[in-house]
């Protein structure tokens, strides 16, 4: 149908309505103009304001936006048929349930009670160095030359390496993690020249508990803890004397 057609069925289709309706199509639209409606590939607006209308073409017709008139719907590309509607599923195949049957439980065995696992109460014996073949009566511990928490536990030979937790230091003695009181670590004695390069660590004072060693990169320099403070072994920092934990027999000021 031609642009004169559709505006001649506008026209009538406007004689027979006494109000206008507001269509948003027609919104920055010049007047006298037809546009797609927004609700249905057949149906059309003519913009003219206040009186603009509403119109349908013939049935098996789309409204053509290029042409501005109606034509065969196989001829009219509509935006509103670009929607894909959701493909319904197809139905799945039944499958018949084979029978089986039923066939006796089989009954479970009792259940025994756990054999008694021996508890080997074996008292660790600390070397110099691993031997190369393990006795599997004893269990070898190395100390370390490098750190007073670290030690070695010897397997097949090679030294892995073991660290001591909440600042314990390895006991060579016991061959256990001790108090550092107790450990008596040769590391932590200044006077046995163990501050090494590499190091960046910090001794107590022999005789002294209110001063300590600090080491760093090979240098041993010799600090000063507060008034009424302490150098506290365990803690590793200055703490009111009174609660300190001195190394071995040093003296409070």
């Not at 059309?44 to 049935?59: I, N």
């Not at 499958?95 to 508890?119: H, L, Q, R, Y």
């Not at 960046?200 to 507060?226: A, M, R, S, V």
């Amino acid at each position: 149908m031609s642009r004169y057609l559709a505006y001649l069925c506008l026209v009538l289709l406007w004689s027979g309505h006494l109000n206008a309706d507001h269509f948003e199509e027609c919104e920055g639209v010049d007047d006298e103009s037809f546009v797609q409606s927004w609700e249905s590939c057949q149906s059309y607006v003519y913009c003219q304001g206040e009186d603009s209308l509403k119109g349908d073409c013939d049935k098996g017709e789309y409204f053509d936006s290029e042409t501005g008139g109606c034509d065969v719907a196989a001829n009219v590309q509509c935006f509103l048929d670009e929607v894909d509607e959701p493909a319904e599923p197809e139905p799945e195949p039944e499958v018949e349930e084979e029978i089986v049957p039923a066939t006796p439980k089989p009954t479970d065995p009792p259940i025994e009670p756990p054999s008694e696992v021996d508890v080997l109460d074996i008292a660790p014996v600390v070397k110099p160095s691993c031997p190369t073949s393990d006795d599997p009566s004893q269990v070898i511990l190395m100390a370390s030359n490098e750190s007073c928490t670290n030690y070695y536990l010897c397997y097949h030979g090679h030294a892995m390496e073991m660290h001591c937790t909440n600042q314990l230091y390895f006991n060579a003695l016991t061959g256990q993690c001790d108090y550092p009181e107790k450990a008596q670590c040769a590391l932590e004695d200044p006077r046995s020249h163990k501050c090494l390069p590499h190091m960046t660590e910090f001794f107590p004072h022999p005789d002294n508990c209110n001063y300590f060693y600090y080491c760093i990169k090979g240098f041993l320099t010799l600090q000063q803890c507060p008034f009424y403070y302490g150098w506290d072994i365990e803690r590793r920092s200055c703490v009111q004397i009174s609660v300190a934990k001195c190394y071995g027999n040093s003296r409070r000021t």
